[in-house]
């Protein structure tokens, strides 16, 4: 069964080893809380990712999640990694509403499914602009977008106090809006113009599933999630590749690592039992 989850999103993100890696869609990491009674708040914050969910009863919930991501332009090394834009700066925020309910007694595997609206803005700079002998400015380079966003994430996990796992299967479809290209970004790549400017031409579609890890003691963990973004649409605009060149515009896949911290009264429950 794993094996189904993992080996489509593996091939997804492969086919853009061959992407120039600027990215106006950056996923935010998926917020997988596992909460398992009501007033049970559960909150995470990384580097990029802040995030909070919190149970009003014994089977509903609310979340907010926020992201900044910042890569300073001025990083000049062609050497860029496979799946990161060294220059990506921007990020979002949304808020969502959702179901839990543990699946046995002891109320160790917790199943839950959120939905939820949200906007945000990328932009990021062709690495043109820092080749020797170039004319422009910064915004002869640019590359902006602007998103909303609505998702379906439901999710299964294991809670313990020590240690939780959660994989959740996340659903986004964005609508793009507001998109810029600098007149001298990809100026020798007409395919990547073109391309550039049909991501607002239609509503996109992502499957986007995390695998999370959380390990501690009850209130504080350290957390880590692996997560991809995988398009299921092609628009078919480059026949060289497997992919479409539109989708190269979206970064494939992220990991992160923070901390999260856990406030609820089944923590003395568990050790009473």
Known sequence: MLKTFITPCLLGAA???????KHIYVPNTVNAPLLKE???????VSPTNYQAAFAITNHIAVMANGQYVFRPFGNNNDNDDVFVDRYAKGGLFEGGIGFFSPLDVKKRMVFDVYTGLGSGSFK?????YHDEGNTGNVNDYLLRSHFSK????????????????????????????NMYLGNKAFENDNERRDAFGQISQKTRF???????????????KFQMQLSF?????????????????VNKYFQPVSFGLGASI????????????
Request: charged content about 20%.
């Open 15 to 21: 086919i853009f080893l061959g992407a120039c890696n």
């Open 38 to 44: 009501q007033y049970e708040f559960k909150g995470s």
């Open 124 to 128: 990021t700079l062709d690495a043109a």
């Open 150 to 177: 609505f998702f379906v994430q439901p999710s299964i996990g294991f809670v313990h106090p020590a240690i939780e796992t959660a994989f959740s299967s996340r659903f986004s479809v964005v609508n793009f809006y």
């Open 206 to 220: 992502f499957m986007e599933p995390a695998f999370t890890f959380r390990a501690g003691y009850k209130y504080v």
């Open 229 to 245: 973004a995988v398009p299921l649409s092609d628009d078919g605009y480059d026949n060289r590749y497997d992919e479409s060149t």
């Open 262 to 273: 856990n406030i609820a009264h089944w923590y003395d429950n568990f050790h009473k039992k």
